[in-house]
């Protein structure tokens, strides 16, 4: 099974500030690594599939980059409403597997 | 607009059996995977089984290999998960999920809201 580590767990910014997150695979996933939004409530939103392509309706601030074991994703601008959880997820080998999620709070 | 809408949650008592159905709407179901995944309290995410557009090939965490049955109804828009000899663990809100390409591809465009299933005695 893969491993996926997310860091940091929790990251405190404020409005307007750029977020980079980290995604790290226990072995190679190629660039099959999607990246998902959830906000209290509600369902996971799709945000980036096979590591860097936006999904449809995704703010173009959302961007994704990494390939093999290393993904990063970057929130170049901070809205209201991207405090939020986030989570990686591969689909290079079953089963699939998540990470486990990278929390971003207001500062 | 795409709609999944999961059922059949409740509690149950360990060693028992519940069936969740999921229904679909707004887009060519029979064109596309679906999969179950689950949310334990206090847990991540967790995928549970996926089911090809046809119906002809499936795949399962292990620890549900054997107890859970995932499958489909393409006539009816519905997917379906039979879960037997429950345990305390698989409590957790489950939900579906689509795929985001008809062909092939197992990240997720959308999920439904979920149904929780509680197994305790």
């Known amino acids: 099974e893969i491993v996926l580590t997310q860091s940091p767990a929790t990251l405190s910014l404020s409005p307007g500030e750029r977020a980079t997150l980290s995604c790290r695979a226990s072995?190679?996933?190629?660039?099959?690594l999607a990246w998902y939004q959830r906000r209290p409530g509600q369902a996971p939103r799709l945000l980036i599939y096979?590591?860097?392509n936006r999904a449809t309706g995704i703010p173009v601030r959302f961007s994704g980059s990494g390939s093999g074991t290393d993904f990063t994703l970057t929130i170049s601008s901070l809205e209201p409403e991207d405090f939020a959880l986030y989570y990686c997820?591969?689909?290079?080998?079953?089963?699939?597997?998540f990470g486990g999620g990278t929390k971003v709070e207001i500062k | 607009q795409v709609q999944l809408v999961e059922s059949g949650g409740g509690v149950v008592q360990p060693g028992r059996s519940l069936r969740l159905s999921c229904a679909a709407s707004?887009?060519?179901?029979?064109?596309?995977?679906m999969h179950w995944v689950r949310q334990g309290p206090g847990m991540g995410l967790e995928w549970v089984a996926v089911?090809?557009?046809?119906?002809?090939?499936?795949h399962y965490l292990d620890s549900v290999k054997g107890r859970f049955t995932i499958s489909r109804d393409n006539s009816k828009n519905t997917l379906s998960l039979q879960m037997n000899s429950l345990r305390t663990e698989d409590t957790a809100v489950y939900y579906c999920?689509?795929?985001?390409?008809?062909?092939?591809?197992?990240?997720?465009?959308?999920w439904g809201q979920g149904t929780l299933v509680t197994v305790s005695s």
């Open positions: 089911i090809a557009y046809d119906g002809t090939n499936v």
């Open positions: 999920a689509k795929e985001y390409s008809s062909s092939g591809g197992s990240h997720f465009d959308h």
């Open positions: 707004g887009f060519t179901f029979r064109s596309y995977g």
């Open positions: 096979d590591a860097s």
């Open positions: 997820q591969q689909r290079s080998s079953w089963p699939l597997t």
């Open positions: 072995q190679s996933v190629s660039n099959y």
